[in-house]
């Protein structure tokens, strides 16, 4: 892979960074709003566990996602990006466009979801 790829990944990776970070922004707004409601209107107790536990769930993910794609960012200081972490073969191209912080070929990634990795 040569730089001007490189950096077309990095500029992608960092445009996703900047999207979590205003999503996460958001999401901290919107609890702040559902806490003062509640407290205007007593607010229905167990609807509000129900939400919270849907919240955090999207959190996680986001924090997840937030991580896999600074792991990317690294890989692609340290010249590993485009590598497979399972077979350290080549990640196809069109993989990479369509999710930039991959760091599994497909073949390894449908192992590893399987639980075989
Ligand atoms: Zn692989």
Redesign the pocket.
Known sequence: MNTKQLDSYRKLLNDQLASLGDAAQLHQKQLDESHTTSDFVGGDRAAELENMEVDSSVAESEINLTKKIQHALERINNGTYGT?E??Q?EIPAARLEAKPSVS??L??QEKHEAGAV
């Open positions: 497979c399972g077979c073969g599994l070929c073949p390894c």
